[in-house]
């Protein structure tokens, strides 16, 4: 079993739906949680980090469920620009080191 | 912008040479990343630092080797390229704390011919 897992997708979404992906990780132990977004063939960067309390940037709102071990992505309003592949992502001790899900891809259809 | 700069951004090479891919970053930070990634495939580390001459190997076995001699700089090499590491090689660097994401260079995608 992977230490993060996410359903690959793809999402096709229409554009100015609301979409939610869900993300599991097994250490319970795991620090700190985050979301990245990666374009076709590019680097992923930060979307946003995921707090216990949930946190909404934008149109963007991300959920942490320790007890179950999950975490969620809700996009609102979505945008073409939202394409992109969505990586969820789990510190899982004081090493620093991340564990990368495989990503979940969306597309958002006109 | 990220202050972390890959060079070169693709590369060609032919079966045997010796490559050098290069990462710098300008933001002090100790931590230092290389993975690999196929196209639509997901990240797999294959080398890590903490730090100055400290290097250590990741999950993904691989014949390339790296050194860190100044924190800025991370360069990976592979003694004899072989069309197996075909791939994007993607460098990245963080902070200390587990707070701190990572912030990813723009990648090299080599191509061994």
């Known amino acids: 079993r992977k230490e993060v897992e996410q359903d690959p997708g793809p999402f096709n979404v229409p554009e100015g739906a609301t979409v939610a992906f869900n993300c599991t990780y097994s250490n319970s132990a795991s620090q700190s949680f985050f979301w990245y977004r990666q374009d076709c063939r590019k680097e992923p960067k930060l979307l946003m980090s995921v707090y216990s309390s949930g946190n909404e940037d934008g149109r963007f709102t991300a959920q942490l469920n320790r007890a179950s071990q999950y975490i969620s992505l809700l996009i609102r309003d979505s945008k073409l620009s939202d394409s992109a592949t969505y990586l969820c992502?789990?510190?899982?001790?004081?090493?620093?080191?991340?564990?990368w899900g495989a990503g979940t891809k969306l597309i958002i259809k006109p | 912008e990220a202050d972390i700069y890959q060079t070169p951004r693709y590369l060609v090479i032919g079966t045997g040479k010796k490559i050098t891919l290069e990462c710098s970053q300008t933001m002090g930070h100790d931590k230092m990343y290389w993975y690999q990634q196929d196209p639509g495939m997901e990240l797999h580390l294959i080398h890590y630092?903490?730090?100055?001459?400290?290097?250590e190997k990741g999950d993904l076995s691989s014949e390339s080797t790296v050194s860190r001699i100044r924190t800025e700089h991370f360069p990976l090499t592979l003694e004899s390229a072989r069309p197996s590491h075909t791939s994007q090689y993607l460098c990245?660097?963080?902070?200390?704390?587990?707070?701190?994401?990572?912030?990813f260079g723009s990648g090299t995608r080599l191509t061994v011919v």
């Open positions: 992502v789990v510190r899982k001790d004081s090493n620093y080191q991340l564990i």
């Open positions: 630092s903490y730090g100055v001459n400290s290097t």
């Open positions: 990245a660097s963080s902070e200390s704390g587990v707070n701190y994401g990572y912030t």
